[in-house]
């Protein structure tokens, strides 16, 4: 299988002569994922991770898969909680769990096809993984901030307003950006089509007038320049004239995003979680996020409305007594009365309400 563009090549592993080989086995295992039409995107992460294990394995001189028992995978499952990468942090859960679910397809596929007589991953608990918010959410500001670093004077310029302003707009990941065709763009319906997304899955999304406008300038004024490779109807094109590498575009995005003043935040994916946690805000509802996202899990997109906390602290300021009190204090040295009712209460609110607020307080203290 080939190696689908990895910077760092895949780990050593030892002799695989031997057709039961774990080498071997390993293969077969990952020919008939590809038969089973699995994207390339986790065909190029199981093969590393499974020669991660296959490589641990032969250092110990277990070569086949019936040496594999249920204590050995444990063992194996105990050196990645103590491996540490080369800043010293150690692996997080969520890699963790990535390393061992091949792991578990692939012996589930041996006992299924009698290439072992039982399952040693069978029932292997998984780490837990952290259930954590983007750490960055690009606000409005900061996203025009952005938007605008482009140089619109210059071709390329222009080719990648346009390409940030598509993100934006739609919410698009990044391998769903550079696999975009022009037969994709319906400017009358104001959509795009997203072929072949994650999961191998297609959708449409709608994208907003200014992003159309944007794609349409550089389809008309700078796309014909660059397509030097004659029939290829990628829509977003580099200055050799062929399609984006994932690399090539992270970099990109990244570069603009450092010269708007934000610091190594992120890239693509900043995009992504601004869209989505601004539309939750200004009223969308979560199950139209997920639509535009993709995401075959609603609890996927749920973590915006953690994330998306507008709404919270603007019930947060009208509703609790020390926040609504604390917006009407004015400079003085004198502080209020203790009984005096902030103005933010309602009106409607009586003196036995008050009294009976007072009662609930002292009874708390």
């Known amino acids: 299988m080939p190696n689908l563009g990895r910077r760092e090549p895949y780990p050593p592993i030892g002799p695989a002569h031997d057709p039961l080989s774990l080498y071997r086995q390993m293969k077969d295992f990952l020919l008939w994922l590809e038969e089973k ?24 001189g277990l070569t086949r898969p019936a040496e594999i028992t249920r204590p050995i995978i444990e063992r194996y499952q105990r ?45 292997l608990d998984l780490p837990k993984v952290e259930e954590r918010l983007p750490k960055h ?13 482009p140089d619109t004077a210059t071709a390329l310029g222009i080719r990648d307003r346009a390409m940030l302003e598509t993100l934006y707009s739609t919410g698009i990941r990044r391998m769903e950006i550079v696999g975009l065709q022009q037969r994709g763009i319906d400017d009358d319906r104001g959509t795009l089509m997203i072929r072949q997304g994650k999961g191998k899955k297609d959708r449409m999304v709608p994208v907003g007038d200014r992003a159309l406008a944007w794609i349409a300038k550089y389809r008309d004024e700078v796309r014909p320049e660059l397509a030097l490779a004659g029939e290829d109807d990628t829509l977003f094109l580099t200055n050799a004239g062929m399609p984006f590498s994932d ?10 995003v450092r010269a708007a003043g934000l610091g190594n935040i992120g890239s693509c994916h900043l995009f992504r979680h601004a869209m989505a946690t601004l539309m939750l805000e200004n009223g969308a509802d979560v199950r139209y ?35 609504c009190a604390a917006s009407t204090i004015q400079p003085s040295t004198k ?17 036995r309400t008050l009294s009976e607020v007072r009662i609930i307080c002292a009874i708390r203290v």
């Open 79 to 123: 050196h990645l909680f103590l491996k540490r990468k080369k800043n010293g942090a150690p692996l997080s859960a969520t890699t963790q769990a990535s390393r061992i679910t091949p792991l578990r397809k692939w012996f589930r596929w041996l006992t299924r096809n009698n290439r072992i007589l039982y399952n040693p991953a069978a029932d």
């Open 289 to 323: 996020i997920q639509a535009m996202l993709g995401h075959a899990d609603i609890k996927t997109t749920q973590v915006y409305t953690r994330v998306s906390i507008r709404a919270l602290k603007d019930i947060h300021t009208a509703t609790h007594p020390r926040s």
């Open 37 to 60: 039409n699995t994207s390339s995107h986790t065909l190029k992460h199981w093969e590393l991770y499974l020669r991660y294990f296959v490589q641990w394995c032969d250092e110990r």
């Open 335 to 351: 502080a209020a009365p203790p009984s005096r009712r902030p103005t933010c209460w309602p009106r409607s609110m009586t003196r």
């Open 137 to 149: 959410v690009l606000t409005v500001e900061e996203v025009e901030r952005v938007l605008n670093m």
């Open 247 to 256: 690399n090539r575009m992270t970099q990109m995005v990244r570069n603009y």
